[in-house]
């Protein structure tokens, strides 16, 4: 009977440590594919960059390693087979090509005092010019007596040296600059009557309220994305401190083989804003989320995302093609759990939800009240634009949050790829909601792990990540031979093997630099040449 006890003890016991040996809780689980529906996924190569890491990382869709390269900040594969982004993960200064085998073949940094680069940047065909060019984002330094001439508040900072405003600038492929669209020649106020910009906010959409929120600043705007639209000739850009995107027109304020005038263009009216969407409150046209008289109850008003990024125009022959599509963080927007969302965008659309071929501003396309989740879900009842024709949320509040940084694209199957920064979640989500492919990066702050715990946010990010099909023309003739898992080749020393092959020797042109062509910067309020102190370099990180 004793023996018989303690065999029933001995089994007991063996059965709850296999019981729990396989399961694990939702912050502690594997890293890699954890999930992956064949049937409804898009088969292809997804490319991302570890921010803990010295590698970029092609991958196939069981996350074996096809390629890898040096590290880049925000890399993509471009269609001639070269990976372009910025190679200077700790210091973000301008752009770099790589070869398949991460050869540098051009590159180009700023030079200029005062412009700081940051976050985006893009490969576009300049049809007017016929040729290749390179867009991205900077920052742009301000000093106390330019913000004053504008008319910034005098009472609201003892000064406004070292203030930053965002500005979008291309170049050639020799580094030659050709055009530049810069936020502070298109701004609004209405505390000085003496100034030339004085107007009210609500009837100028296509301008920033200059004093709008927390005085002009450092890294005021932040802007972290942008996109071009080739058959339009238009970009479109984000901010995330404002939580909106906005519409400039390239195509009309583009002079062939005239850079001056071309930035004397883009800083004219016909620079200003053709569309802007997200928060409409911030030109007196909407309502700001607040906390009720009764604190339990909050209120988004009318702002429909915050904290965004990846703002981006779906693709021609696409499921959406024309739409907007951008990663909606969900910070600073008063819900009660805040939550991450995809956001697809038709600007187009009126107050009956018809098509009318041109941009409506969003306030007068209205809203309607979301049913809202059960209540204690801490999701009550929101306004949404009648101008979102499709977004993807999870029920659960733990299941897609990204606090930070976020990406999204619209594959050919009409799914959308989405990266959930913040926690290194890379997924595939159909058009139905419905997730068919799953992937946890397993680089992170303590290295290559099959297995990540209880962790902070950031710990295995990624700031994109990018799917390319089989037939993509950067993928022509490479060798996709699948090389492992990461975490098993990392194990096996055969990263490191396979990436000590590879060089850095530069083999194309650069760049020239932007201190040597491109005329001088014209602006509405005196030359873009700041006194003072330079920002830091290590100031503008991807979030």
Not at 374 to 385: D, E, F, H, L, Y
């Amino acid at each position: 009977m004793k023996k018989s006890f303690i065999i029933q003890v001995v089994t007991m016991f063996l059965a709850i440590t296999l019981s729990t040996a396989y399961a694990y809780e939702a912050i502690n689980g594997p890293t890699e594919v954890i999930y992956f529906d064949k049937s409804k996924a898009y088969n292809g190569y997804t490319l991302f960059s570890p921010r803990p890491v010295s590698f970029t990382y092609l991958i196939d869709m069981e996350g074996n390693v096809i390629n890898t390269w040096q590290a880049m900040e925000n890399p993509r594969l471009l269609e001639n087979e070269h990976l372009f982004g910025n190679s200077r993960k700790d210091s973000y200064k301008g752009l770099t090509e790589l070869d398949w085998d991460s050869n540098v073949v051009w590159e180009y940094y700023e030079k200029r005092r005062g412009y700081n680069p940051h976050h985006d940047h893009m490969r576009i065909f300049n049809k007017k010019l016929k040729a290749y060019t390179n867009l991205y984002i900077a920052n742009v330094s301000l000093t106390h007596e330019q913000c004053i001439a504008a008319g910034c508040d005098p009472n609201a900072v003892k000064s406004y040296d070292r203030s930053q405003m965002d500005a979008i600038v291309e170049v050639d492929m020799d580094g030659n600059i050709v055009w530049e669209w810069w936020f502070f020649d298109h701004v609004v106020q209405d505390i000085d009557p003496t100034k030339a910009n004085y107007g009210a906010i609500a009837t100028n959409p296509g301008k920033i309220n200059l004093n709008y929120g927390r005085a002009v600043q450092r890294d005021w705007l932040h802007l972290n994305a942008m996109d071009y639209n080739e058959e339009l000739d238009l970009i479109v850009t984000d901010a995330n401190r404002m939580h909106e995107l906005y519409v400039i027109d390239h195509g009309n304020t583009f002079i062939p083989g005239d850079s001056k005038g071309s930035i004397k263009l883009a800083a004219s009216s016909k620079g200003d804003f053709l569309y802007r969407f997200g928060n409409p409150a911030i030109y007196n046209q909407g309502e700001f989320p607040s906390v009720l008289k009764d604190p339990y109850y909050i209120s988004t008003g009318t702002m429909q995302m915050g904290g965004n990024h990846n703002v981006q125009w779906i693709r021609p022959g696409l499921p959406g093609a024309g739409n907007f599509l951008i990663f909606n963080n969900g910070t600073r927007v008063y819900m009660e759990t805040p939550q991450s969302s995809v956001l697809e965008i038709n600007p187009y659309l009126d107050i009956n939800k018809k098509n009318t071929g041109h941009y409506v501003n969003p306030p007068d396309a209205g809203y309607y009240w979301t049913e809202g989740i059960k209540k204690g879900s801490g999701k009550p009842r929101r306004k949404i634009s009648n101008q979102i024709v499709w977004s993807y949320e999870t029920k659960s509040d733990q299941s897609f949050t990204s606090l930070m940084m976020g990406s999204v694209q619209r594959l050919p199957n009409g799914n959308t790829l989405v990266c959930s920064s913040s926690w290194g979640h890379l997924f595939e989500v159909t058009y139905e909601g419905e997730v068919v492919w799953e992937y946890i990066i397993p680089v992170t702050e303590d290295g290559i792990l099959k297995t990540i715990g209880d962790t902070g946010p950031m710990y295995n990010a990624a700031f994109r990540c990018y799917r390319y099909g089989p037939d993509y023309p950067g993928l022509k003739g490479k060798d996709l031979t699948p090389k492992g898992k990461i975490t098993e080749s990392a194990s096996e020393g055969k990263i490191e093997q396979f990436n000590a092959q590879k060089g850095r020797k530069a083999k194309g042109k650069k760049g020239k630099g932007r201190d040597q062509k491109g005329g001088q910067k014209a602006s509405s309020y005196g030359k873009r040449q700041p006194q003072g102190d330079e920002p830091k370099e290590d100031a503008f990180l991807p979030y």
